[in-house]
C-alpha cells in the first residue's frame, strides 16, 4: 500500500516537474567533464551544457556565432580574429575575457589527444578584453570547426590556469563554465545534475529548469527506462535491435539527424607490416571477400549505412567515386592464388587472427565472428582473438602485434583533426592507439594530406582529398564497413533537438518542450 | 548394520535406487550425456555457421529453435555447446578435487605444524573473491578454455580441503590405522590406501557438486564476457546474446535451461549420494 | 582471558594474512598486459607518445614493479589506500560512496535467504516425505542450480517489463527527488529483484543445511530424552533442536560472504545496483590498480572478521567446542 502512495506520489511530481526537467539517459559514462583535455562523447555530451565556445555550427556545415559574434581571417588566414560577445559571464559571475579564450585555446593545443587540431597554433594575442587573434604558423582552415563546443570549452582561467595539471585538474569534475547550465551534483557512474544559467548570455534561453544526465551500464537497463517515458532524451543509441520496438511505442521518437560531422567510421585495420598482408592482392582479396551488405543489411538489420572509405558520407569533402569492393568471392580467390598464397592441406591459404574492441558487440565482435566462416570462403582459417578488456586490445594494436582488427575511429569534422593520423606515415607510432597502426605509407598520400591540410579554397581543397580518398580505397590498409549507427530516442514533444552537424555533442540550449 | 555379504559400497547403491529424486537427476544426467555424444552425429550443424536471418524466433524450419543475433542455429549451438560446458565444469571439479584432497589430507593426518601451515594457505584462498580473483587471472592469462578451467579449479578447492581434513581427523584415530601405522605402513601407504578410501564418501559427494557449481562458474564468466569467443559453450550463448534479450528471449533462455538441467541433475544425484552414504555412516 | 589471547592471536594471523593477499593481488595485476594509462588514453580518443609517457610518469606506472609495491604497502601501512587513476578520487571515499549498496543489497539477500531458507527447511523436516518437502526441495534446487544472472534477467523480464511492477535497476530514482522515508522506500522498492534474485543461490544452500542438520537433532539422544519426558513438541522443536540445528546454517552464512560478492558482481550487473562488485570488475578491466587493491583488501578483511566473529559465535553458542589451535 505504501509504495502504491509512493508510487503515486511519485507520479504527481513528475507531472508537475515535466515542462522542467529533461531526462537525458547514456551508457557513455564520462571519467570528467572537461572536453579540453579529453576526446569523447562522454565527455563532449556534458562538457558542451555547461562550457560555451567561440564558435558553433549549424546542420549545414557554416560557423555560427556563440561567444565570438564576428570573426575574420586575416594575413592570408593565418590569423583568425576573434570579437567576443559583450555579456557573458562565467557560473561564478566573473566576465568572460580574451584572455581566457587565449588559455582555453592553449590548454588545449598542450593537452588535447589531437595535436594536428591546434598543431599550427603558435600564440594568441589579446589586444583587448574582447578581442582575441589566434596566430597560426600556417593556413589552417580547420581552426573553424576546432573552436567548437566538442573541443573547445572556454574555460575560466582564474581556476583552471593554478597550474594544477589540466589533466587531472580537481575543478574537471565540478566544473565551471560560461554555457547555458551550469554544474550541480555528481555522482560518479549514477548521475550527474546540472542546473539552469540564469544569466546566460543568450537570453530566452535555455528551457529547462534541470538536466539530470543518468547513466546506465546496461542497454536493456535504459531500454526498459525508455519505454516507461522515465527517461526523455537519449542520443547517441546504438543497439540496433531494440530500435524496432522504440518506434512502435506511442510518445516515443527515433531520429538519426544530427551529429553528421563526427563520422564514426567502423572498419577492419590491416597490418600491412605482417606478411602476406604487405601484398596488395591479398588486402584487395580480403576486402572482395567481405560482403558489406550482408553486414548492413543482415547484421545490423539494414540500420547502419554503408562506408566505403575514409571520409564519411555527411562530410563535405566525400567521394562516393571509389572502388566499391562489391563481394566477389571467385576474384578474392583468384588474386590470392596470384599472390602466390596456395592454398594447403584442408583448403587452408593462411591462419590468421582477428581482433577486436570489447564492449559494442554489434559492431566489433559480431563482425568478428561474422569473419570465421566468411573468410573460410576464400581459404583464411580464422581465430577470432577475444580482449577481456580495453587496455588489453589497446595494448596489441598499439604494439602492432596484430594480423587484422576491427576499430571505430571517428573523423570529428574536418579531416585534419580525425582523418589525417591513420593514413600519415609519419604518424606510425609504437603503443599508441588510433594512429597509424597499419603501417601504411604513401608519400603521394603524405603529400596530398599535407597540402590539403593548407588549402584556403574549398574546391582546391575538395580535389586534394578526392584524390587521396582514391588512392587509400585502392590499397586497402583498411576495409570499410559501415557508419556507427547512432539514433537519437526522445519523447515526441521534446522540440529544438540538438541537430546541427555535432548533434548532442553541442549546446541544447534551444530544446524545450 | 550392514547386510551380510554387502559391501558400503553396494549399501550405498541401494539406498540411493530408492530414492526417487536422484534416480531423476541421473536420468538427467543420462539424457544430457545422450545428447552430447550423439547430439552433433544427429544434427551436424555448426553452431558457428550463418543459417539464416538473425534474431529469428524458434520455429522456422532452417532452425526449429531461432537463430541468435548473427543468425547461428540456437539448436546447433545448443548440442555442441554441451561438450566444453562439461568439459570445462568436470576438468575445474577436478582440478578442485586434487587440490583440495592433497592439502586436507596432508593438514588432517600429519596435524600440528603442517596443519597450521596449510590452514593459512586455505584460509588465504578462502579470503579471495572467487569471481573477482577468476577476472584478474583470466585478464593475465587471456580467455581460453584452458585458462578458465584453471582459474575456476584454483579458487573453488578450500571447501573440498576443509571437508578432507575434517575426515582424515576424524577416521585417523580410528583403530584400523591405529593397528596400520603399528605394524610400520609408510605415511603415504596409509593416507592412500588405508584412510582415503574411507573418506571418500563425502569427497565423492563435494565433487560432484564441485562440477555443478563449475559450470555455473563458466557460464557467470561468459556472461561477464570474460571467455573464449572461438568455443561455443552455453556460458558462451547467454553471454553473447545478453543484449538481445528482449527481441531474441530464446537465445537466451534455451542455452540458460540446458544449464538449469544439467546442474540440477548433477545436485539431485550429489544429495542422493549424500543420502546414499549418510545413513551409513550414522550407523557406525 | 584466555578468550582475549585468542582473538589477539586470530588477528595478528589475520594482518599476516592480509598482507600476503594484498602483495599476490598486487603481483598479478602487475602482470596484466597494458594498464590504466591505456584506459584513459583510450577514452581520450588516442593520445601521442610524449603525452603518454607523460601520464605514465605522472601517475607513477612507470616504475619498476618493487619500487611499486613498496610504495603501496607502505601507503596501505600508513592508513592511506591510494587514489583512484580514473576517477581521480581517493580510494576510500569511492570505497565508502559503494559499500551502502553492496552490505545492503547482501545483507538484505542474506537476511532473506535465511529466514526464508530456514524456515522452509526445518517446516521440510518437520514433516518429511511429503509433498511439501518435495516442493520446498524443487524450489531450493532451482534456486541452486541455475545461472544467477540468468534468473535475474528472467525475473527481469517478467516483473519488470511483462508485468512492469517493479524499477528496472538502479539504488533510487534521482528524477523524483524523494527525501527522507520516501527515498527509503525507492530504495526498498529497487532493492526487491536484486536481493531477490541473489537470495535464490543461498535459499537452497540454507533451507537444505537446516533440513539435514534438523533431521538429525531430531533423531538425536537429546531430543528423544526430551520427548521420552515429556516435553511438549514444539518446545522441543524451538528451544532444544532449532538452536543446535541453526549452527551449522550461521557458520556456512559466515563464511559465505565471500560467494555472496561474487553473485553480487552478477547481480549489480544485471540490476545496475551501483555497488561494489560492480567497481571492482569495471576496476579491473580497466587496471585501475589501487582501486582493485583497495576493494579486495576490504573483502578480504570483511571476510576475515566475517570468520572471527562466527567462530565467537560458535563458541559462544556451543561451548562445548574444543578448539584445535
Redesign the interface.
Known amino acids: 500500500m ?2 502504491l502512495l ?1 508510487l503515486v ?2 507520479g504527481f ?2 507531472v508537475a ?1 515535466a515542462q522542467s ?1 529533461l ?1 537525458w539517459g547514456t551508457t557513455q559514462v564520462p ?2 567533464f572537461n572536453p579540453a ?4 562523447i ?1 565527455t563532449m555530451m556534458p562538457g558542451a551544457q555547461i562550457f560555451a565556445s567561440p564558435l558553433r555550427f549549424d546542420e549545414k556545415w557554416q560557423p555560427q556565432p556563440y561567444l565570438a559574434d564576428s570573426w575574420s581571417f586575416q594575413d592570408d588566414g593565418k590569423s583568425l580574429l576573434l570579437k567576443l560577445v559583450p555579456n557573458a559571464k562565467f557560473h561564478d559571475g566573473k566576465p568572460v575575457t580574451a584572455e581566457d579564450v587565449a588559455f582555453s585555446i592553449m590548454t588545449a593545443k598542450a ?1 588535447h ?3 594536428s587540431m591546434l598543431a599550427a597554433v603558435e600564440r594568441v594575442e589579446t589586444p583587448s578584453e574582447r578581442i582575441a587573434v589566434v596566430r597560426m604558423s600556417q593556413p589552417h582552415p580547420a581552426i573553424l570547426l576546432a573552436l567548437t563546443p566538442p573541443f573547445l570549452p572556454v574555460l575560466p582561467k582564474h581556476i583552471y590556469g593554478d597550474g594544477a ?1 589540466p ?2 585538474h ?1 575543478r ?2 565540478n566544473p565551471v563554465g560560461s554555457g547555458a547550465y551550469r554544474f550541480a551534483e555528481y ?5 550527474l ?1 546540472l542546473e539552469k544559467n540564469k544569466d546566460y548570455f543568450i537570453p530566452g534561453r535555455p528551457h529547462f529548469d534541470r538536466i ?1 544526465f ?1 547513466y ?6 535504459l ?3 525508455i519505454e ?1 517515458k ?1 527517461i526523455h532524451f537519449t542520443p547517441f543509441w546504438g ?1 540496433l ?2 530500435i524496432p ?1 522504440f518506434e512502435k511505442t506511442p510518445g516515443i521518437a527515433v531520429t538519426q539527424k544530427g551529429g553528421e560531422a563526427i563520422g564514426p567510421i567502423n572498419w577492419l585495420a590491416i597490418n600491412t607490416k605482417k606478411k602476406p598482408f604487405d601484398d596488395v592482392r591479398v588486402r584487395k582479396a580480403i576486402a572482395y571477400a567481405i560482403d558489406r551488405d550482408f553486414i548492413v543489411k ?2 545490423h ?1 539494414g540500420r547502419t549505412q554503408a562506408a566505403i572509405g575514409p571520409i564519411a558520407p555527411a562530410s563535405p569533402f566525400y567521394n562516393p567515386a571509389v572502388e566499391a569492393y562489391k563481394v566477389d568471392i571467385a576474384r578474392a580467390n583468384k588474386l590470392l592464388d596470384e599472390a602466390g598464397l596456395k592454398p594447403g592441406a584442408g583448403g587452408v591459404r593462411h591462419a590468421l587472427t582477428v581482433d577486436f574492441i ?1 564492449g559494442n ?2 559492431m566489433h ?2 563482425i ?3 569473419l ?2 566468411q573468410l573460410k570462403k576464400i581459404g583464411f582459417e580464422v ?10 586490445w ?3 594494436v ?1 604494439g602492432h602485434e596484430f594480423d587484422l582488427t576491427t576499430d571505430s575511429v ?1 573523423n570529428w569534422g574536418d579531416p585534419v583533426i580525425g582523418v589525417h ?1 591513420t593514413y600519415l606515415s609519419s604518424n606510425i ?7 597509424n597502426t597499419q603501417s601504411y605509407a604513401n608519400p603521394k598520400v603524405d603529400e596530398l594530406l599535407s597540402r590539403a591540410g593548407i588549402e584556403r579554397d574549398a574546391d582546391k581543397r575538395k580535389a586534394l582529398y578526392q584524390d587521396f580518398q582514391k588512392i587509400v580505397v585502392d590499397e586497402v590498409p583498411i576495409v570499410y564497413l559501415n557508419l556507427l549507427p547512432y539514433y537519437t530516442i526522445h519523447d515526441a514533444t521534446l522540440k529544438n533537438l540538438p541537430q546541427t552537424i555535432w548533434g548532442a555533442c553541442a549546446p541544447v540550449d534551444e530544446m524545450r518542450r | 548394520m550392514a547386510e551380510a555379504g554387502r559391501s558400503p559400497w553396494q549399501e550405498a547403491w541401494a539406498v540411493f535406487r530408492r530414492n526417487r529424486a536422484a534416480l531423476i537427476g541421473l536420468s538427467l544426467l543420462g539424457a544430457m550425456a545422450v545428447v552430447l555424444v550423439l547430439g552433433p552425429l544427429l544434427y551436424p550443424v ?1 553452431p ?3 543459417v539464416g ?3 529469428t524466433p524458434p520455429g522456422d524450419a532452417e532452425a526449429p529453435l531461432g537463430t541468435d ?3 547461428r542455429d540456437i539448436l546447433a549451438g545448443l548440442v555442441r555447446g554441451g561438450r566444453p560446458t562439461v568439459l570445462v565444469g568436470f576438468c575445474a571439479a577436478m582440478i578442485t578435487t586434487v587440490i583440495g584432497i592433497t592439502i586436507g589430507s596432508l593438514s588432517g593426518y600429519y596435524g600440528r605444524a603442517t596443519d597450521r601451515v596449510l590452514g593459512r594457505v586455505v584460509e588465504f584462498f578462502q579470503v579471495l573473491p572467487a569471481l573477482l580473483f577468476a ?1 584478474v587471472l ?2 593475465l592469462f ?2 581460453s578454455l584452458v585458462t578458465v578451467i584453471v582459474a575456476i579449479g584454483v579458487v573453488a578447492w578450500p571447501g573440498m580441503a576443509r571437508l578432507t581434513r575434517a575426515e582424515f581427523l576424524r577416521i585417523r584415530q580410528l583403530d584400523f590405522v591405529r593397528s596400520a601405522r603399528a605394524v610400520g605402513a609408510s605415511d603415504a601407504r596409509i593416507i592412500l590406501a588405508t584412510i582415503l578410501p574411507n573418506a571418500l564418501p563425502p569427497i565423492i559427494v563435494s565433487a560432484t557438486l564441485a562440477t555443478g557449481t563449475a559450470i555455473l562458474f563458466e557460464a557467470g564468466l561468459s556472461f561477464l ?6 568455443v561455443m559453450s552455453w556460458g558462451l550463448m547467454i553471454g ?1 546474446s ?7 528471449w530464446w537465445a537466451v533462455t534455451f542455452p540458460g535451461f540446458c544449464i538449469f538441467l544439467t546442474v540440477l541433475g548433477i545436485s539431485l544425484v550429489g544429495d542422493g549420494l549424500n543420502d546414499a552414504f549418510n545413513p551409513r555412516l550414522r550407523q557406525r | 582471558m584466555a578468550y582475549l589471547a585468542i582473538v589477539l592471536r586470530r588477528l595478528a594471523q589475520a594482518a599476516g594474512l592480509l598482507v600476503a593477499v594484498t602483495v599476490l593481488n598486487f603481483t598479478l595485476i602487475h602482470l ?5 594509462v ?12 610524449e ?2 609517457a607523460e ?1 605514465r610518469r ?1 601517475y607513477g606506472v612507470d616504475r619498476g614493479y618493487l619500487e611499486q609495491l613498496a610504495i603501496y604497502l607502505g601507503r596501505v601501512a600508513g592508513g592511506d589506500l591510494g587514489t583512484s587513476i ?4 581517493a580510494v576510500f571515499s ?1 570505497i565508502l ?1 559503494r559499500i551502502p549498496a553492496t552490505v545492503l543489497l547482501v545483507l538484505t539477500a542474506l537476511v532473506i535467504a535465511l529466514v526464508v531458507g530456514t524456515t522452509l527447511g526445518v517446516l521440510a523436516a518437520r514433516y518429511p516425505g511429503g509433498w511439501f518437502a518435495a516442493c520446498v526441495n524443487l524450489v531450493s534446487l532451482f534456486g541452486f542450480s541455475a545461472p544467477v544472472f540468468w534468473s535475474g534477467l528472467m525475473l ?1 523480464l517478467l516483473l ?2 511483462a508485468i ?1 511492477i517493479l524499477p ?4 533510487y ?6 527525501q527522507g522515508l ?1 527515498k527509503a ?2 530504495i ?2 529497487h532493492l526487491v529483484l536484486p536481493a531477490t534474485t541473489l537470495a535464490l543461490i543461498f535459499l537452497a544452500l540454507y533451507s537444505r543445511l537446516a533440513r539435514a542438520s534438523m533431521l538429525e537433532v531430531l533423531g538425536s539422544d537429546y531430543v528423544r530424552t526430551a520427548r521420552a519426558k515429556g516435553v511438549p513438541e514444539r518446545v522441543v522443536v524451538v528451544k532444544h533442536a532449532l538452536r543446535n540445528a541453526l549452527l551449522p546454517v550461521v557458520t556456512v552464512a559466515g563464511l559465505q560472504f565471500s560467494a555472496m560478492l561474487a553473485g553480487a558482481v552478477l547481480v549489480e ?4 545496483w ?1 555497488g561494489l562488485g ?2 571492482a570488475f569495471e576496476s ?4 585501475d590498480n589501487q582501486l582493485i587493491l583497495g576493494i579486495l583488501l576490504l573483502s578480504a578483511v570483511l571476510v576475515t572478521l566475517g570468520n572471527l566473529i562466527t567462530d565467537i559465535l560458535y563458541r559462544i553458542v556451543d561451548p562445548r567446542i574444543k578448539t584445535d589451535g
Open positions: 505504501r509504495i509512493l506520489a511519485a511530481a513528475a516537474n526537467v531526462v571519467r570528467h583535455v579529453q576526446s569523447g562522454a593537452n589527444p589531437f595535436q595539471d589533466r587531472n580537481a574537471n569534475t555522482k560518479p557512474g549514477e548521475h545534475i539530470i543518468k546506465f551500464k546496461d542497454a536493456n537497463a531500454s526498459l527506462a516507461r522515465e543497439e535491435a531494440m520496438r543482415k547484421l538489420g570489447p558487440r554489434e565482435q559480431n568478428a565472428e561474422y570465421k566462416p581465430t577470432v582473438r577475444a580482449a577481456p578488456d580495453f587496455p588489453t589497446a595494448k596489441r598499439g571517428f593520423r607510432r609504437q603503443g599508441v592507439i588510433w594512429s | 555448426d558457428f555457421d550463418i536471418a538473425p534474431m543475433y548473427l543468425g577476472m583470466i585478464t587471456a580467455p564476457g570474460l571467455t573464449d569467443p572461438n553473447s545478453r543484449n538481445y534479450l528482449r527481441e531474441a | 596484466a598486459p597494458g594498464d590504466i591505456s584506459t584513459i588514453v583510450g577514452e581520450m580518443g588516442g593520445a601521442s607518445e603525452t603518454i601520464l605522472a580514473y576517477y581521480n578520487k569511492l560512496d527481469l519488470a517489463s512492469p528496472p535497476g538502479g539504488f530514482d534521482v528524477v523524483a527527488g524523494a520516501a522506500l525507492d526498498a522498492h550487473t544485471v540490476f545496475t551501483p560492480q567497481l579491473i578491466l580497466r587496471r
